[in-house]
């Protein structure tokens, strides 16, 4: 920042929660001049409580369809005031059907429904000390999209395939990186893509199948680690 060679930073919320202390991060780019853009596509609130992610840079970044059962949208907040009467092309406006989606979803609900759900999921998890996880100080306020772990290395494939076995169908978000970052270079970051795997803690999982869900999830971890 200092070199004066950046003139924004897009800072991702990867699957919903701070990585940094945003606050600070923001202060420390508005010394240099450098343009904070937030990127909250994980997360359709930001939170549940102030202050919420997506308030603290000059711009923010949210998708609908992520967090809803809408095909597509997502929407852009200028806090600037320098962008948001700019007129967008056509293809590049939100479709009625996900504007329809948004609108009638209750958004609070099921966020406080995906927190619950981490929680449960998280109770679970915790009972094998050879997993980590992906916040080990906790999610605060945030509203994840799911629940990513760092497994130990080179055993996320058993893992995976016995929770298929199970019925339980996990996501391994990132594990393929760009040329750009090699793994000689940015070796904690290859390690990091060789390793994680996201539970599902999605607002649709039916309060009837969860225990089902958390006595599958453990026995397939019993499975694997003990």
């Not at 991060?25 to 240099?32: I, N, S, T």
């Amino acid at each position: 920042l200092k070199t004066g060679s950046y003139q924004v930073v897009l800072l991702v919320h990867y699957f919903g929660a701070a990585q940094v202390e945003v606050l600070n991060f923001v202060r420390r780019c508005k010394e240099f001049g450098v343009q904070v853009i937030e990127d909250c596509a994980h997360t359709l609130t930001g939170g549940l409580e102030a202050p919420l992610l997506g308030t603290f840079g000059d711009y923010s970044i949210f998708s609908v369809h992520k967090s809803t059962a809408s095909k597509g949208g997502g929407f852009f907040l200028d806090f600037v005031g320098d962008l948001s009467n700019q007129p967008l092309p056509k293809e590049m406006k939100i479709d009625r059907s996900s504007l329809e989606c948004l609108a009638n979803t209750d958004v609070i609900e099921i966020s406080k429904t995906r927190v619950q759900n981490y929680h449960e999921v998280a109770k679970v998890v915790s009972k094998f000390q050879a997993i980590e996880f992906f916040w080990p100080n906790g999610i605060k306020n945030a509203v994840p999209l799911n629940l990513p772990v760092i497994l130990p290395e080179g055993s996320r494939a058993e893992l995976y395939q016995a929770l298929i076995l199970r019925g339980i169908s996990p996501t391994v978000l990132y594990h393929t990186l760009v040329h750009e970052i090699d793994a000689n270079d940015f070796p904690e970051a290859t390690s990091l893509s060789e390793n994680i795997l996201n539970f599902p803690t999605h607002q649709d999982i039916p309060k009837t199948l969860l225990p089902w869900y958390l006595t599958n999830l453990g026995e397939a971890l019993h499975e694997t680690y003990s």
